[in-house]
């Protein structure tokens, strides 16, 4: 009987279904590689319920899906409580909060703003989302004056929500109003903006298993289930850290002649290799060619001599995979 690679149980064929090594929601490829009777059913449901979920909707790299074209813009969504944060940098509402939103108006995807407050300050509007606003000895420390027409900018929710959170915070503001949609705008199609977030645990157990998954395409179930890989299946499957970090997110390029920063290749890389020592299994993936997960998939695997050293290319733009050069 198959015996899944992550629950390490014994299951019949009709408890196995077809588990992708890279999820479809980042591209199908002519020629994807594809797990068969090696991720039970149980498995690959959780998976895409707790972790590729969050990989697609709520990472850098889920973003950028509809940056390049993979998903359609119809198909966006953001959740209520996002890893990822926008700060606008440029223009009128400089230092605004805002987040991404489809707008079939347009037919793609658009920054909407936060729920906030601006507070004026040595001349320049210092936000805060509306849940994190600071209390009036704060604004009062730094030089607020609340009796200065258009001394706040508030966006993103009702008057009442504003005064009920003004009034916890016992910040008092005789004239509240809020911007208008007229007076919110750039001036531009564009704007500069600062987007920062979050790389959790749960997108590393979502690179984890990519990478896990691409060893597993290649090798034999004997192979897959040895202890030496327990780590990193219990890592991906039950979220139990281990004493050292399995996975790291580094700022460098897969390929040899690629700049660590700047444009590359736009695809998705996924290596494997055993390390100097001779007894760790390494692999790397790096989603549109952005930032570059290294996972450990193993510290001590001493056996037979196994051809581990291989990578691929996933070319965004054919929807090819091709085999490739690994350092």
Known sequence: MPRCIYCQIEKGDE????????????????????????????CNQYFGDNLDIHLARDSFEGRSRFIYGISRPEDFRSPRRSRIHIKITEGPLKGMYAYPEYSPVVDDVIIMPCAQVGFLIDGSYEYFLLEELPDAQYLEDNGFDSSLPNCISALGASVEDFRRKLEERQIDI??????????????????????????????????????????????????????????????????????????????????????????????????????????????????????????????????????????????CGAREISELGVR
């Open 174 to 315: 005789p004239n509240l109003r809020l911007q208008r949609d007229g007076n919110s705008r750039s001036g531009s199609d564009t704007v500069l903006c600062e987007v920062t977030g979050i790389v959790d645990e749960i997108i590393y157990r979502a690179v984890a298993k990519i990478v896990f998954n691409y060893l597993a395409y290649f090798h034999e179930q004997e192979f897959l289930h040895h202890e030496a890989f327990d780590p990193i299946r219990k890592f991906v499957r039950y979220g139990e850290c281990t004493e050292y970090r399995l996975v790291e997110a580094r700022q460098e390029a897969i390929l040899e002649d690629e700049p660590i920063e700047g444009q590359r290749v736009l695809a998705h890389l996924i290596t494997t290799n055993v390390s100097g020592d001779g007894n760790s299994i390494v692999g790397q993936v790096a989603l549109f060619n952005h930032m570059t997960y290294r996972v450990i998939l193993s510290t001590n695997y001493i056996g037979q001599d196994l051809d581990i050293r291989r990578g691929h290319v996933y070319d």
């Open 15 to 42: 408890e196995f279904n077809r588990e992708h090594v890279l999820p479809e929601s980042f591209g199908r490829f002519n020629n994807n590689l594809t797990l068969i009777n090696i991720v039970c059913t149980e």
